[in-house]
């Protein structure tokens, strides 16, 4: 019988030069508001950006955050940590949109999330807050790390942390 390519067993990559603790902290202090909020979802939930951005009010209730993506529906545990962002984030967008996180109440497209991020991480190489460049999904990979795979045990960087 042949083995069919969903039927691998689930693995992610090593990562080659993963973001260290002060990169990260060096985002963090550099953002604010919303952009904050995004960044620790990403990192204290470890979700992924589309997640983020399919990411509807109603997906979150007193304990759990529900997540539709790319490997279907996970729920994750709404941390007090969690439970401020989200407060950040309702109190600058509002919950008028169904979206938490919307631009002008629509939802964001991947493409243009990308894109947006990429402009915020030059203008902070540019203004030396970062040495290099990094992309947002290296938020959640450093959160996989640091943390753990949500749903993946033993993940390990090429140099051997």
Known sequence: MKKRFNQRPKRI????NPLTDSELDS?????GGVDKAYIDFMYHGRIRP??????RHSDINGSSITLNGKTGERVIELTEF???AYETVKEANGTD???VFHKNGEEIKPIYNSMRWKKVFTK???NKVLSREIS????RRKAI???GHPEIKGLATRHGR
């Open 124 to 126: 902070m190489r540019e």
């Open 82 to 84: 969690l439970k401020k």
């Open 50 to 55: 589309g997640e983020l951005l399919t990411l």
């Open 13 to 16: 990559p090593a990562v080659e």
């Open 97 to 99: 949109s169904n979206f």
């Open 145 to 147: 790390i640091d943390n």
């Open 136 to 139: 947002i999904h290296d938020i």
């Open 27 to 31: 985002v963090r202090n550099a953002v």
